[in-house]
């Protein structure tokens, strides 16, 4: 089965390459696949995409470019929390309704092999937990919070995508978000017994005190001073 002919070429060699490699499992993925599924020769490859490997990069770039904009796509509320709750919901939302591409860009891991891809979605949301920690609102580092949150992301997203659609229960997402959101928020640390209300305190003081430095590029202090300054605060904030 081809595409439709009425896209351009261009387009049916993105669309059956992403398709290709997520049906894959890891086997090789042939030119002849491709040009044979998007219904053009191998010329019109070559010509768009210089090879296969170039097509393979073009997809990833593609489905990033699309990820990154529904990552975006909302004004901030002014609670980063929240906007992390809705950043969750649109990666979920995202691998659903593109399987192929999602399953390209986060299913194909190999062992000890960390695909730019995944180390570029921490990235961005790092950036809205780093508001929430510059907030006080978070008891453990934006990176830390970011690879923890990301990682269940991903994991729920897959686990939906392998689902017959009549089974879905989206509430699977919703739970394990909340959960994710309740674990690295103050909302924990309140938790805590009272012996422990100080120290976590601190913790979450230096979190705030270390993200809003990063993010000001404070010129109070020289390079040396402020990186010895991040480093204390990095030992405060990562104490259990």
Do not use: C
């Amino acid at each position: 089965m081809s595409f439709d002919d009425q896209l351009p070429p261009k387009t049916r060699l993105l669309r059956a390459a992403a398709e290709l490699l997520a049906n894959s499992e890891g086997s090789p993925v042939s030119t002849r696949q491709i040009t044979k599924l998007a219904g053009v020769t191998a010329p019109t490859l070559y010509h768009h995409f210089g090879d296969k490997e170039g097509l393979f990069d073009a997809v990833v770039a593609a489905g990033f470019e699309e990820y990154v904009a529904g990552e975006r796509d909302f004004a901030p509320s002014g609670e980063p929390l929240e906007d992390v709750r809705r950043m969750w919901d649109n990666h979920v939302q995202f691998g659903l309704t593109q399987p192929h591409l999602y399953l390209v860009m986060f299913g194909n891991i190999r062992p000890e092999s960390r695909p730019a891809i995944v180390a570029d979605a921490e990235s961005l949301l790092e950036e809205m937990l780093s508001k929430a920690a510059i907030a006080g609102q978070i008891n453990v580092p934006p990176r830390e919070a970011a690879r923890s949150i990301l990682a269940a992301n991903v994991g729920v997203t897959l686990m939906l995508i392998a689902e017959p659609l009549e089974d879905r229960n989206l509430e699977l997402s919703t739970m394990t978000r909340d959960s994710m959101i309740f674990a690295v928020s103050t909302e924990t640390a309140r938790g805590a017994a009272a012996d422990d209300s100080g120290k976590s305190s601190v913790v979450v003081a230096a979190i705030a005190l270390n993200a809003a430095l990063q993010a000001s590029h404070s010129d109070q202090l020289s390079s040396s001073e402020l990186k010895l300054f991040l480093e204390w605060l990095h030992r405060i904030s990562s104490s259990s």
